[in-house]
Nanobody, 115 residues
Framework: QVRLAESGGGLVQPGGSLRLSCAAS????????MSWYRQPPGKQRELVAT???????NVADSVKGRFTISRDNAKNTVYLQMSSLKPEDMAVYYC?????????WGQGTQVTVSS
């Protein structure tokens, strides 16, 4: 039905920046909330940021002031701009899109923060 293509992950030094993107394609009727989750090594998946169809954004306290979520509805794409990256931010990042009747997960993209 819906496919999510994630990109933008990679290796950065502490204090660096990355921009993740997640583009939805396929049979899409309506996309409501779009979100980013992350799963550090050995830890559970956690919510990072959400954004509504009206571009009302919310981010977790752990990344507030450093991460910004945005979306381009014409492209069915959600972004996560990450700045001032810390080693604690190292994780696999997953996007999630909510549609009527459920939601879809991206395949995940690795973010590595290391000197």
């Amino acid at each position: 039905q819906v496919r999510l293509a994630e990109s933008g992950g990679g290796l950065v030094q502490p204090g660096g920046s990355l921009r993740l993107s997640c583009a939805a394609s396929g049979s899409i009727f309506n996309i409501y909330t779009m979100s980013w989750y992350r799963q550090p090594p050995g830890k559970q998946r956690e919510l990072v940021a959400t954004i509504t169809s009206d571009s009302v954004a919310n981010v977790a306290d752990s990344v507030k002031g450093r991460f910004t979520i945005s979306r381009d509805n014409a492209k069915n794409t959600v972004y996560l701009q990450m700045s001032s990256l810390k080693p604690e931010d190292m994780a696999v990042y997953y996007c999630y899109v909510q549609v009527r009747g459920g939601g879809y997960w991206g395949q995940g993209t690795q973010v590595t923060v290391s000197s």
